[in-house]
């Protein structure tokens, strides 16, 4: 059960982040994975090293997620904690993404099991370099630019991205970095907001594979 919930939680948000693009594949094709590598070339981050924190909500469920990264971003750890209680049962999960460059380890931390797998990667969760749009492809895809706003102190461009069927987000980015995202994406509200960015290098440890997890290959 814990497992199931987990996975739709972070499915739910994933999928709020990126669902814009099904709408939209008469303006594009989805990405090919020669695209995804050529992207995964770019900075993710406009910091080399750094901790972001930040939280998200959708239907009402709250997650609390933190990011470490390392070399522009080639190196992920992302930590994400949902709590949850169902009819006085603890339901809460507690899990680990460890990315480096196209390899992925899901880690499951409560039940101390994970999988691998290689996949290329997009720059960032809308799949669009943010910081060499033209105004022709803002227009094809259907994304209005707002203009700039400070966001923590950092200078960052808003932008407001609008779909097929109501469906619509607002977003706030730092370069390449999502820093808030709120609208409605299949009928569901949701949002992602950070909550504080520290310039720092995280240490090394969380980019390590934890020694008691089991690992199975993904079918």
């Avoid at 709408?23 to 981050?45: F, I």
């Avoid at 990264?69 to 899990?95: C, L, N, Q, R």
């Avoid at 996949?119 to 749009?133: F, H, K, L, S, Y």
Wanted: net charge negative.
């Amino acid at each position: 059960m814990k497992k199931l919930v987990s996975f739709l939680l972070v499915a739910l948000i994933l999928g709020s982040c990126t669902g814009e693009k099904k709408g939209k594949e008469s303006a594009r094709k989805e990405l090919s994975v020669k695209e995804l590598q050529a992207e995964a070339g770019k900075k993710r981050y406009p910091l080399e090293q750094g901790i972001i924190r930040s939280t998200s909500e959708a239907m009402g469920m709250k997650m609390d997620i933190v990011t470490y990264f390392d070399k522009w971003g080639e190196w992920e750890a992302i930590e994400t904690t949902v709590p949850m209680e169902v009819m006085g049962e603890d339901y809460s999960s507690h899990t680990l993404e460890i990315i480096k460059g196209e390899d992925h380890w899901k880690i499951d931390l409560n039940e101390k099991t994970g999988e691998h797998y290689t996949q290329a990667r997009a720059i960032n969760p809308m799949g669009i370099d943010v910081e060499t749009m033209t105004d022709e492809f803002l227009g094809k895809m259907n994304i209005e630019d707002l203009g700039e706003v400070e966001f923590l102190g950092y200078k960052c461009r808003e932008m407001r991205m609008k779909g097929d069927k109501g469906t619509f987000m607002d977003y706030v980015m730092w370069g390449n970095v999502m820093m808030s995202m709120e609208g409605e994406a299949m009928g569901i509200q949701t949002s992602l907001q950070v909550t504080s960015v520290e310039e720092a290098a995280p240490s090394q440890e969380k980019f390590e594979l934890p020694e008691d997890i089991r690992f199975t290959d993904e079918q």
